[in-house]
């Protein structure tokens, strides 16, 4: 039976067979980039953010809300900014509060209860689940919405590719909707007659007011509009590729302009409109919007999203791409903080804000231990498929990140995103590495799987000063070619003293290479194309991109297998018939996030005697499981005397969250000297006296363990 991530996993009872192991989703390893503390490091990378405000916990603080439309995957993150300062932290738990959603997501109060509701793709239309919240965060069964297009009701169409506005463009208080139409290259207004109808704006009741809503049409050799175009009902009927809209009224004269993105266009076109919503006219365009900072230039097929990111009260703007596959996959959430209440006043911030909280490789994130000091401490090598660059190509590449920490705490620090400079050799995609010594050398050798379903060697030779030096032995090792995405694992299978290998492929086998040479030199043949007779292809599409590890645990060695669907499969009883089918278990994970193309690496990463997860995803981060004992996979155990920091970087003072479990705390400078040393009252410390920097934290919780975290003053 296969274990599906996408939600809460049921506990089931284990036999004694099977070990008691359990795995809970976990943030509260230290990972550290640039003297920067990753509040959200295990997040799982983002590709195609859309983003939206919403009080997840309902403290009475809008939180965000990010639907990535690569994978369909939802993420919260609770608000601990201040004023001018946003700071959100990414808090899985919250995940399994919303329905299943897809290709678009917008968070609207349709009907102005303070709480925002939730519009999504469904079928070429919009469906929508009311936030009907009282104690918790929870969602009604959705609604379909319906249009008078003047003979009868309808779907309003949405294609789902595109992104619409959802919002009230004529002022009466109820939740209006612009979309391009099924045929045209025009924008239409489909008008809420809540208020007409009923008298309030708790309702979803549409007729089609404007088939051309700003008389303009598309054009589509470029992004630019043709004004004017829909005058005496002259209407161009083009085939419509792709677009996002975002209405705002950018200077204030209570007319809603727009900002329209286009699928194949790195731009905004700016229109302006002359006239309320009844009468709308757009009577200019820029395409290089905004002027008076960094012109938005993301690619591809940008979306604007309008609300307050920094707690100043102002609505700001954010930028990323909506193509699936073919946008920026890193630097792609663009903050433009809006200065002015009155007249938009943009200024580029950041073009990476969130993601430079958390580890984000691009695409595909597939994780490796490798002690690449040779400390005794299993540093973090996460291999991707690679990054988006400017001619559509991917450019893939390894990440370092070093642990700084010890057997029991470890702390993982960025040294590179390219290690050993694998992104200039002009390799193939999808670069995937095991580790191992297959020469006998004392040292391990580095094995990499690519796009084409090819192996390739890298030997290591340690340097002077201890450290892994890998060079390219051998391209297209043994001839090995399992199709396409190769992805190998080291071990011994037969016990024979040398090591073994498996490759998962893109098709959805295990294939299962004996080393039928000797210690000091391998031989790598094939002696089984569907081993353990597994086969994990799924039936539409006829891919699974499995992703094998091999632990050797209670139950002799164990097979985990990640997969393209995001399933984790778990195999026991190898090593009585290698040549057999193993028996597929169950194992009990506290996990929330849905992850596409699912790569797993194990250890022991606190040495407590539990096997962790780190998971790789195609968003281009990392999930965290934390293993313990199966009793103690229970969320609400798991988050009572969780120790948070908040806001980071911080002003005047530093919130503690459960500060009633921390026996200690200390503060250091960046000089090594003490600030603060002692127990913590009324869950805060006052910084009012501390300069401009960073400063290191070390906690001491009741139960001995210490947690270190690096946070900056501004």
């Known amino acids: 039976m296969k274990i599906s991530t996408q939600f809460l996993i049921t506990i089931f009872l284990c036999t004694k067979v099977f070990s008691q192991q359990g795995f809970y989703q976990d943030q509260n390893i230290l990972v550290i980039k640039e003297d920067n503390a990753l509040n959200n490091a295990w997040y799982g990378g983002i590709n195609v953010p859309q983003l939206s405000p919403i009080d997840i916990n309902l403290d009475g603080k809008l939180d965000l809300f990010i639907f990535d ?22 808090r899985p738990e919250f995940i399994s509060n919303f329905p299943e959603l897809e290709d678009w997501v917008l968070l609207r109060d349709f009907n102005c209860d303070g709480k925002n509701d939730i519009f999504s793709a469904y079928n070429g239309g919009i469906r929508v689940f009311k ?28 294609s789902s590719v595109d992104i619409p506005h959802v919002g009230d463009i004529d002022y009466d208080g109820d939740i209006d909707i612009l979309t391009f139409s099924i045929l045209g290259s025009h924008i239409e207004w489909h008008k809420n007659m809540s208020f007409e109808t009923f008298g309030h704006c708790d309702s979803l009741v549409f007729e089609l007011k404007d088939e051309c809503w700003g008389k303009f049409s598309e054009n589509f050799s470029d992004n630019s509009v043709s004004l004017n175009e829909c005058k005496n009902n002259i209407i161009r009927y083009d085939k419509h590729s792709g677009s996002t809209i975002t209405s705002i009224d950018y200077n204030n004269d209570s007319f809603f302009d727009l900002l329209l993105g286009d699928i194949t266009f790195n731009n905004i076109v700016y229109l302006e409109n002359s006239a309320n919503s009844e009468n709308s006219l757009m009577v200019s365009q820029n395409p290089n919007f905004p002027e008076n900072t960094e012109n938005i230039n993301l690619q591809r097929f940008p979306a604007v999203y309008h609300f307050d990111f920094d707690n100043d009260n102002i609505k700001d703007i954010i930028v990323c791409p909506n193509g699936n596959n073919v946008s920026n996959n890193y630097e792609n959430i663009w ?22 909280t958390m580890i984000d490789v691009g695409s595909g994130a597939s994780p490796s231990f490798h002690d690449y000091n040779n400390d005794g401490l299993q540093d973090l090598i996460i291999a991707n498929d690679g990054y988006y660059t400017e001619n559509g190509n991917l450019n893939s590449k390894l990440a370092l990140y070093e642990n700084t920490g010890n057997l029991n705490n470890p702390i993982f620090e960025w040294v590179t995103d390219d290690y050993m400079n694998l992104g200039n050799l002009n390799f193939e995609t999808s670069l995937k590495p095991c580790f191992g010594d297959i020469d006998n050398d004392g040292d391990d050798d580095m094995i990499i799987g690519d796009s084409n379903g090819n192996l390739h060697l890298f030997t290591n030779i340690i340097s002077q000063n201890n450290i892994s030096n890998f060079y390219v032995n051998s391209l297209n090792y043994f001839n090995i070619d399992v199709g396409n995405y190769a992805h190998p694992f080291l071990v011994d299978l037969d016990r024979d003293n ?5 490759v998962g492929s893109r098709q959805g086998k295990i294939y299962y290479y004996d080393n039928q040479g000797d210690l000091n030199n391998p031989n790598f043949l094939l002696v089984d194309e569907t081993f353990g007779n597994i086969n994990l292809t799924d039936s539409i599409f006829n891919t699974a991109y499995t992703a094998p590890f091999v632990i050797d645990g209670i ?12 399933e984790l499969f778990h195999y026991i009883n190898i090593e009585n018939d290698l040549f057999g089918s193993f ?6 994970l506290l996990f929330f996030s849905k992850v596409k193309r699912l790569s797993p690496s194990i250890f022991d990463l606190n040495n407590d005697g539990w096997n962790d997860i780190i998971i790789g995803g195609f968003t281009g981060g990392l999930n965290l499981l934390m293993g313990c004992n199966i009793n103690e996979v229970n969320l609400s155990n798991r988050e009572k005397n969780k120790i948070k920091l908040y806001p980071n970087p911080f002003n005047k003072e530093i919130i503690i969250e459960n500060a009633d479990f921390i026996e200690n ?46 946070m900056i003053s501004r």
Do not use: A, W
């Not at 439309?69 to 990414?90: A, Q, R, T, V």
């Not at 139950?555 to 995001?566: A, C, P, Q, R, V």
């Not at 913590?680 to 363990?705: A, S």
């Open 69 to 90: 439309k690569n994978g369909d995957k939802i993420s919260c993150l609770l608000n601990y900014g201040e004023e001018n300062i946003p700071d959100y932290h990414f």
């Open 131 to 158: 936030n009907n919240s009282l104690d918790y965060l929870n969602f009604d069964n959705p609604e379909i919405i319906l249009t008078n297009r003047g003979n009868g009701l309808t779907n309003l169409y949405v």
């Open 335 to 356: 903050f433009y903080k809006n200065e002015s209440e009155i007249n938009m006043n943009l200024e580029l911030i950041n073009k990476n804000s969130i993601i430079n």
């Open 498 to 502: 040398d090591l073994d290998l498996i």
């Open 555 to 566: 139950n002799g060695y164990e097979l985990f297998i990640g997969s393209e669907k995001g």
């Open 583 to 588: 028996d597929l278990i169950q194992d009990t």
């Open 665 to 710: 705390l200390k503060i250091f400078n960046s000089s090594g000297n003490i600030l603060f040393n002692g127990k913590i009252l009324d869950n805060k410390i006052l910084t009012n006296n501390f300069t401009k920097g960073i400063y290191l934290i070390i906690i001491e919780d009741k139960e001995g363990k210490i947690i270190k975290q690096k």
